[in-house]
């Protein structure tokens, strides 16, 4: 089983080398990079769960993507609490960052394309729960967290983002059974199926412009990817075993924990004055890491399911 997962995720660092080389070459760039993470977010994500969502009804799988919603919510909340328990530092803006980046995981990127490939749809229509609420929290707790300043919480922004119009827009065929043509099904289809390179050659961009190993020399840096990496996903594994969680549910939600911390932690670091070029190192250390990390977890949380 280990294996079975540690082969997943190396597929995905080679995808990811392929787009550090292309980086390193000069054949990806930085506008380039801009205009893939785009097509990822504004395009092909809202496809992935579109596509996620179209089956024929069944109050089962609504109960289950609510409690998934419900669940989410819990372990955000957790992972929030131990980030406050656990990181401290007396320079505010290094202290802002360890605790995002933490709590954030690379639940998009990282998570999805894995849960697509282990755990098929179901897997993939909790996995796009998860991503639904991080995006809530992000924009909501992140952005106060980060910035310290309540002024660039913007509801706007909770609500209307790719993922919840998509998430929208497959609730609406899935609960009335609307009959997708083959012809749009299979555009559908083809967009979703991107989803797994697009974002690997673009975390290879980002991880080509910094190097990871800096990252060693920061203890603090070090041990908030631990806890981000294993700490956290084995909490969050235990809790939801605990209180009788089990099955593809319970594998999808540890598969989104477990992933590296989020490059949206340097886009909110830089733009909301936290401490970027630590943001930089945590990402880029636990990318790094992640290919020995997530194995690890993941077969840990498909034995207890």
Avoid at 112 to 117: E, G, I, V
């Amino acid at each position: 089983m280990f294996f079975s997962v540690f082969s997943q995720v190396a597929i995905l660092v080679l995808m990811i080398a392929a787009g550090y080389i292309a980086a390193k070459t000069g054949i990806l760039s930085a506008e380039g990079a801009l205009c893939c993470t785009d097509i990822a977010l504004i395009i092909v994500t809202p496809c992935v769960i579109i596509k996620s969502l179209i089956r024929e009804y069944d109050p089962r799988i609504m109960s289950s993507l609510l409690k998934a919603f419900g669940l989410v919510l819990l372990v955000q909340v957790l992972l929030i609490v131990l980030s406050h328990i656990f990181l401290h530092s007396k320079d505010r803006e290094r202290e802002r960052v360890l605790r995002f980046g933490s709590i954030f995981a690379n639940c998009g990127f990282m998570s999805l394309p894995l849960q697509q490939s282990l755990l098929g749809e179901d897997g993939t229509l909790y996995g796009s729960a998860y991503v639904i609420v991080f995006n809530l929290v992000v924009w909501s707790y992140g952005v106060f967290l980060i910035s310290g300043d309540r002024k660039y919480i913007k509801p706007k922004k909770l609500f209307i983002n790719p993922g919840i119009v998509g998430l929208i827009i497959g609730i609406i065929i899935f609960v009335f059974s609307v009959p997708v043509p083959n012809i749009l099904y299979s555009a559908i289809d083809y967009m979703a199926a991107i989803y797994t390179p697009l974002p690997m050659l673009i975390i290879g961009y980002h991880l080509a412009q910094n190097n990871p190993f800096k990252a060693l020399k920061d203890l603090k840096c070090i041990f908030s990817v631990f806890l981000s990496m294993i700490i956290y996903p084995l909490a969050v594994l235990g809790f939801l075993f605990l209180i009788g969680v089990r099955g593809t549910l319970l594998v999808s939600i540890v598969i989104s924990v477990s992933a590296p911390v989020a490059a949206i932690t340097t886009m909110f670091s830089t733009k909301y004055g936290g401490d970027t070029p630590l943001s930089i190192n945590m990402v880029s250390l636990s990318t790094v890491l992640s290919v020995i990390t997530m194995p690890l977890v993941i077969t840990l949380a498909q034995y207890a399911a």
